[in-house]
């Protein structure tokens, strides 16, 4: 029980480091898992997936025997095959495949990824965006060319027997150390990670600060509140101290309608775009935008005093903004709706920050420049990562 318990915590971290693009790490991994348990058909597909990232075709390829003989009628031989189909650029004989994989096992975020880049070789852009977007529910993201190297023409790969011994040569890299060696503590830290993979945390945990703080006003006062969080142009001007307002004054609103608005906002565009940037990404930029926001808001209008978290939800929209236009071509026909409901949203909130002299115009305006500018170098940063060698 506790070797199975390890295998799998192990074929779990390495999907995740195959997803975030630790592709020599996830290799290591499902390598281990391959050495421990040669008989685990998960531990040979997880190795042919970093290795066909990798570009280590003839690894991919045995892993994919081993599958098949391992276990012939799973999802998992069907994803083998596709695989195998892939390495002979037999794009249309893939595709089927993936469909029979998804079948048996639709929760497999690997599979949906694999055929959303089967389609795209089709031609099928626009199938291949929605089975992008399948990847993104199912797997957590859609940042998925780090997973697949390129394939060049002609590529001869030596044919390997069903039952040939799997060997596989990962490079000479330190690895995380071994399950078993590991606290009881590191354990629970590696169980709580994976148990909230995919959940967007950030948003939701935003969400339940503002909503906390506003009840608190409820009880205590909002005024108490406001008189000790909201930004005011001239208060800090005079007392430069006070410049942690531009932070707390991100966490108070007005009334029930306020928060109700951000609130929607923020959960509808900041599951999407937590989920596109990674956590870690994702707080800097509605923090760094909100910061921005509440700055530009004092210096232009340093009398009017400003709560609320327009600003930051204003920055994630920005950001989503950037990472539509460098992957529009990824994106295909669907990217046009997309940027379309994009403006959209653009025109009606300019509509009623114009109209409405309670909405702190300078902050929506300044939040939604900082995310997009946060955002460009995120979305550039991800693709020169998967452009360098190794990737």
Sequence with gaps: ???????????????????????????????????????????????????????????????????????????????????????????????????????????????????????????????????????????????????????????????????????????????????????????????????????????????AINIGVYLLGMVVGPDSLWAIGASQGQLIEHDPTQAYRLLTSMFLHLNLLHISANMFSLFFVGILVERLFGSGRFTVIYFASGIVAGAAQAVLSPVIPSIGASGAIAGIFGAFGAFLLLRRRTLGPAANGIIGQWVFWLAINAVITISSTQIAGWAHLFGLISGFVIGLIFTAATSRQRARPGY
């Design 1 to 207: 029980m506790d070797q199975q318990t390890s295998s799998q915590a192990q074929l779990e971290r390495g999907d995740t480091l195959l997803k975030q693009g630790d592709l020599r790490e996830a290799a290591e991994e499902f390598a281990s898992v391959v050495r421990a348990e040669p008989g685990n058909p998960a531990g040979h597909l997880g190795l042919a997936e970093a290795s066909l990232a990798l570009g280590d075709f003839a690894t991919t390829q045995t892993a994919c025997a081993q599958v098949q003989q391992l276990a012939p009628q799973s999802a998992e031989a069907a994803l083998a095959r596709a695989l195998l189909a892939v390495l002979g650029q037999r794009f249309d004989l893939a595709l089927p495949e993936i469909d029979h994989s998804i079948e048996l096992d639709p929760t497999r975020g690997y599979a949906h990824a694999l055929r959303a880049y089967v389609l795209r070789r089709l031609g099928q852009r626009y199938d291949g965006a929605l089975a992008e977007a399948r990847a993104g529910r199912t797997w957590g993201t859609t940042d998925l060319d780090h997973l697949f190297a390129p394939l060049q023409p002609n590529d001869a790969l030596p044919t390997v027997a069903t039952g040939t011994e799997l060997a596989p040569q990962i490079p000479a890299t330190p690895g995380p150390r071994p399950w078993e060696q590991r606290s009881s503590r590191e354990r629970q830290v590696v169980r709580a990670r994976f148990a909230f993979r995919g959940v967007p945390v950030v948003t939701y945990t935003l969400m």
